[in-house]
């Protein structure tokens, strides 16, 4: 049964981070993404407030604070600007999640403390020109060289891919295994052979950077083998499943975000001798935006407790995922509805949020993939 009530460390970082999204990320962002440039000094500043590491142990340079603090977080930033809130959830919950789950004690102390500090970034490298959805394909290779291992082949779609300097990169390192036979190695940005490609244009999220990155014979110690080798399937999908729970997030800030926007306008904006959020029309559309945020809201916030409650929350947070992405997507659709023609200018800001609502369907298992890992699970326990 889920019930939940709010702390007051809970509340205290809902403010924390709504004055830092005002304050600091509010003011640059439509520049940011008309220009895609990147919130180093942003980034930077999330770091010192604890926004890099949120569950991650106060032994390892983290938080030491919950899944429930992490979604606070992760919404009032997204409601501010998008491209930081997924470079914040990979960080957390991609990299330094599985860093902090099966890393030895020195890659955590090497790896993890900086990256739970935000002096350094991560990224993490799954998907693939052929290896998107279907992530048990893995094309890329790592072949072992007495205590090394040399990696070659592409990634691609690699949220913080130029910026990063900790890449947590998935290879086949026993193709007859099929997905046991994949292997997660920790590779530095410095790496030999390591080769980020050109930031891609991108719809939306385009203060984030999204590239290719070439691997060509990679030689990384076996030290830095994370969770053994032939376990990385493993360490992908369940670093995934609390992903999805940051994704989820950052689509329900984006939700809130547009429909506050809405509200605001409508009680501004005079049509027919009255403001319009007195036209019903208006009035309808408000509650649907609000219905719809609000679901997603719940969704969000149970799979985060069976989270911190150290229970199964594989099929929340998919359901979360799913219905907070489908609702940022319509919420912000609806938000430009509302604004009329001044939706549709960058000025306003809602054509931004739909821009970027829609990845939210797409990266960290399109609404499909979500659809089988809900059925799977739900068919497994009835
Ligand atoms: N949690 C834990 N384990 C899971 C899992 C989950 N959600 N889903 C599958 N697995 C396990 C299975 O139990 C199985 O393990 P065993 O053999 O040990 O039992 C193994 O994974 C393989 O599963 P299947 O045999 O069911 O394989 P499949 O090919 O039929 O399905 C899939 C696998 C669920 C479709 C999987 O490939 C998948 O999740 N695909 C989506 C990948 C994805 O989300 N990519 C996002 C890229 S990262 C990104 O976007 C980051 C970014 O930068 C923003």
Redesign the pocket.
Same mark, same amino acid.
């Given at each position: 049964m889920f019930s939940y009530q709010f702390s007051e460390t809970h509340e205290m970082i809902r403010q924390t981070a709504r004055e830092f999204a005002q304050s600091e990320i509010a003011p640059s962002a439509i520049e940011r993404d008309e220009h895609s440039t990147f919130p180093t000094e942003i980034v930077k500043k999330m770091g010192e407030l604890g926004f890099m590491g949120m569950m991650v142990s106060p032994e390892y340079g983290g938080s030491g604070l919950d899944a429930v603090s992490y979604v606070i977080a992760m919404e009032e930033i997204s409601k501010v600007d998008a491209s930081c809130g997924?470079i914040m959830?990979?960080n957390n919950s +991609?990299v330094c999640w599985g860093l902090e789950t099966f890393g030895t004690p020195e890659q955590k102390e090497r790896y993890l403390k900086p990256l739970a500090m935000g002096e350094k970034l991560g990224?993490?490298c799954?998907?693939e020109p052929e290896a998107?959805?279907?992530?048990?394909?893995q094309h890329t290779n790592a072949k072992q060289d007495g205590d090394h291992w040399v990696i070659d082949g592409m990634k691609n779609?690699?949220?913080?891919g130029t910026s990063a300097d900790i890449y947590l990169v998935f290879a086949q390192t026993d193709r007859e295994k099929r997905?046991?036979g994949i292997t997660c190695f920790i590779v530095e940005r410095t790496a030999e052979g390591f080769a980020p490609g050109k930031k891609e244009d991108k719809l939306g999220i385009r203060s984030s950077d999204?590239c290719s990155i070439a691997l060509s014979n990679v030689r990384v110690h076996q030290d830095a083998v994370l969770g053994g080798v032939g376990g990385g399937?493993?360490i992908?999908?369940?670093s +995934?499943?609390g992903?999805?729970i940051g994704?989820a997030a950052q689509a329900l800030g984006i939700a809130q975000g547009a429909f506050e926007r809405a509200v605001a306008y409508s009680k501004e904006r005079v049509a027919f001798g009255k403001p319009i959020s007195e036209l019903q029309a208006i009035q309808f559309k408000l509650a649907d935006m609000s219905v719809k945020t609000e679901a997603a809201r719940l969704l969000t916030l149970r799979a985060a407790v069976l989270k911190d409650n150290h229970e199964n929350y594989?099929k929340e947070?998919?359901m979360a995922k799913l219905s907070a992405s489908k609702a940022a997507v319509e919420v912000a659709l609806e938000a430009i509805q509302v604004h009329g023609g001044y939706g549709y200018v960058r000025e306003y800001q809602v054509e931004r949020m739909l821009r970027d609502a829609k990845i939210t369907e797409?990266?960290?298992?399109?609404s499909e993939?979500q659809h089988?890992?809900i059925s799977?699970?739900l068919l497994k326990n009835m």
């Open positions: 997924v959830s990979v +991609l990224a993490f799954l998907s998107g959805s279907d992530a048990t394909h779609w690699i949220t913080n997905h046991k999204t399937f493993k992908a999908m369940e +995934l499943n992903g999805r994704i594989v947070a998919a797409i990266y960290e298992g399109t993939i089988i890992v799977r699970e």
